[in-house]
């Protein structure tokens, strides 16, 4: 189960970084239009118009001139965990080993049917 955690986490990760790199050559090739986007988006959060197309020019401006294409985080939407996929697997294996352990502990402390019983509840 852990491992599948792993692998799944991780693939989230991998798809994000992908959708970055498209954003970014959307950003290469139409930036108007991507600034255009993002607007849009500043706007439907609450911003006026104007102040919306301002923030957006100067942030593709800003990420243009940067490494990271900062609209790209606003407008393809980032996993929660992307960044935990070891430590995601790790605490799944801890806590479906305790999970485990539950039904077990009845026959710690009893002896023959009482603990199938106990252990079945």
Known sequence: MAAGEYVSVRSQREMYEHQIGLERA???EYPEEEA???????????????DAHDLAR???ANSRAGPRHAGARRT?????????SLGSGAV??????????V??????FVRG???LIAASR
């Open 26 to 28: 959307e950003l290469a």
């Open 36 to 50: 255009e986007e993002l607007a849009l988006i500043y706007a439907a959060r609450g911003m006026s118009v104007k």
């Open 58 to 60: 100067r942030t593709i």
């Open 76 to 84: 393809r939407p980032q996993s929660p965990g992307a960044r935990l």
């Open 92 to 101: 799944l294996r801890f806590s479906f080993s305790v999970g485990a352990l």
């Open 103 to 108: 039904p077990l502990a009845p026959f710690a």
């Open 113 to 115: 049917d009482s603990a």
